[in-house]
């Protein structure tokens, strides 16, 4: 198959199948490796799990607050505490679900 040096698309015509991992380029055209790839999965889900320990404290010391969420500013909080804790969740278990 010919692969466009610099994406990870093939064209249209030739389209046989998984790219490989040998050709897997960024957007500058550098190679990555297995192991590349790999260090990267273990540092996003790592930071994806920092996140939801970090917004669960921000939901935490809302909660123990006197105002809890009588304050226009508590709810805007929550309401993005949570929403990124359900987007880093995602991300934290998106390469578990990938077959090794």
Do not use: C
Request: positive net charge.
């Amino acid at each position: 198959a010919s692969y466009d040096s610099l994406t990870l698309r093939t064209s249209p015509t030739t389209m046989e199948g998984p790219i490989p991992m040998e050709v897997l380029r960024n957007d500058a055209g550098i190679k990555y490796q297995y192991n590349h790839i790999k260090a990267f999965a273990v540092i996003g889900s790592s930071m994806a799990i920092i996140s939801i320990m970090s917004s669960s404290l921000v939901i935490w010391l809302v909660a123990r607050s006197k105002q809890r969420l009588s304050t226009t500013y508590h709810r805007i909080i929550i309401g993005m505490s949570i929403a990124d804790i359900l987007f880093s969740l995602s991300l934290a278990t998106f390469n578990a679900m990938n077959p090794s």
